[in-house]
């Protein structure tokens, strides 16, 4: 590889990573609930990143690879901090009142507070394949495991979600499609 | 927006039963169901997720990377000692 090229793939390198960063930030603020604390683990994922440039290849997914430094190191961790950082009912929770302004609506804080309780597995399952734009493959690649495991933890994770919040999207919606069809046949039974 | 309780039990009840009834019916893949209430999670997923992502990229970060870039030009050889420094300065 010549000097100029290689000064062009960091060049790249650095492009393609400052586009990934505001969707890397809202994947750890939604994994930690806590925007200091993903913001110090985007600031690691970063400085880790760029050491290991050299072993990302070109062409290859750099979306995917971030996610993937910023997820070990969240539970590495994790695993140092112990239930610190494991506890999402107790911790987590009592974080949210922190930053209450960085949230527009009660809804979001709801769904921030339902999306912290669920376990640390079918949360990134959700949010990686339900909002980070990964297809189920990917996000399989991303946390180590079978695409089967999660597609099950999204299904379970939905289902938690939608227990925790009961049904009241379709009044912040509007009656709209469907949502408008089971609230009429609600009142029906 | 509020509602009488009344109406949210209601609709949670009824909802709830419903939503069991249709797992109960052998759904298989229920991550794809394109049914209201999926749509209705997911819809508030992606909206809380947007509210963070359009915050932008905090200036801490744009800061670090034009820290990283300089310091591995001027230390292009030191290897490992590039972070350190970065870091010490952030």
């Not at chain 2, 309780?5 to 069991?20: D, L």
Request: aromatic share 8%; hydrophobic share 35%; charged share 25%.
């Amino acid at each position: 590889m010549t000097e100029e090229s290689q000064a062009e793939v960091d060049r790249n390198f650095k492009r393609d990573m400052l586009a990934a960063l505001p969707n890397l930030r809202a994947f750890a603020v939604s994994l930690t609930g806590r925007h200091h604390m993903a913001d110090d683990l985007v600031q690691d994922t970063i400085m880790k990143a760029w050491a290991k440039q050299n072993h990302f290849e070109p062409g290859t997914n750099m979306k995917a690879w971030l996610f993937t430094i910023l997820r070990n190191e969240f539970y590495s961790q994790m695993r140092k901090r112990g239930r610190e950082v494991g506890d999402p009912d107790g911790v987590f929770t009592a974080q949210m009142a922190v930053h209450p302004q960085q949230y527009g609506s009660m809804d979001l804080q709801d769904f921030k507070k339902a999306l912290e309780q669920l376990p640390s597995d079918q949360r990134e399952a959700i949010i990686l394949v339900g909002a980070s734009g990964f297809a189920y493959e990917e996000a399989a690649e991303i946390c180590g495991c079978a695409v089967g495991t999660i597609k099950s933890r999204i299904n379970r994770a939905r289902n938690r979600l939608q227990e925790i919040l009961g049904v009241s999207g379709e009044g912040d919606y509007g009656p709209e499609g469907n949502d408008a069809a089971v609230t009429k046949r609600a009142f029906a039974v | 927006m509020t509602y009488a309780p009344f109406y949210w039990q209601v609709v949670h009840k009824a909802q709830k039963s419903m939503n069991n009834h249709r797992d109960m019916s052998g759904r298989q893949d229920g991550a794809n169901a394109p049914d209201g209430l999926h749509h209705t999670i997911s819809a508030r997923l992606r909206q809380f997720y947007n509210s963070v992502q359009e915050e932008g990229i905090p200036d801490r970060f744009l800061q670090l990377l034009e820290k990283l870039d300089e310091a591995e030009k001027r230390a292009s050889g030191e290897g490992g000692h590039v972070q350190a420094s970065v870091r010490d300065q952030a």
